[in-house]
């Protein structure tokens, strides 16, 4: 099941929500408590299976911007940041999730930037990148997933989604 486009401006594990719906209702995504999550309050993105890993993190690979990766430590939750897709990279043409500049205006100029909430088969959430908040863009469209460089797990487009869930944010 998909959510009629509950798009998403990503931020390291603690993320505000943005709704673009053209519909009237929307499948809600729910909490590890099992709440509704809320456009204007903060959650962790953590791994669905426990001892996999942590949430996910800044990882610094030698230049800016900064890219996403998993957590080593399940107790470490990260901090804001705005994510963005970069370009195809190296020989394998990889396309990793990087830290992204202020969320602005949907359209042509931040299309790399607007992610998505679905449903996996199995019924807990992936994320996406498919945004369509530009009616003439055509984007490479795919899951987000943990892609292994060096002793990393960055995020990046993978066949093998990142299967999440959400953690409100204690003030």
């Known amino acids: 099941m998909k ?3 509950l798009t998403i401006s990503l931020i390291v594990t603690f993320i505000p929500f943005s709704l673009l719906s053209n519909t009237a209702t929307s499948t809600p995504v729910y909490d590890v408590d099992g709440e509704p999550l809320i456009p204007e309050i903060g959650y962790y993105i953590l791994p669905l299976i426990r001892g996999s890993g942590g949430s996910v993190e800044l990882h610094y690979n030698g230049s800016c911007p900064y890219y996403i990766a998993q957590a080593f430590s399940e107790v470490d ?3 804001p940041s705005v994510w963005q897709l970069s370009d ?6 990889s396309r ?8 602005e205006n949907p359209g042509e100029e931040t299309v790399n930037r607007w992610f998505k909430i679905e449903t996996h088969p199995r019924g807990d959430y992936k994320l996406v990148f498919c945004p369509t908040v530009c009616e003439t863009c055509r984007p490479v469209c795919g899951d987000i997933g943990l892609l292994s460089q060096g002793d ?9 989604p990142y299967r999440v869930v959400f953690k409100r944010k204690e003030d």
């Open 3 to 5: 959510f009629p486009i």
């Open 77 to 79: 939750y990260g901090f």
């Open 88 to 93: 195809p990279e190296g020989d394998s043409g």
């Open 96 to 103: 990793y999730v990087r830290v992204g500049r202020v969320l």
């Open 152 to 160: 990393s797990r960055l995020l990046g487009l993978s066949d093998e």
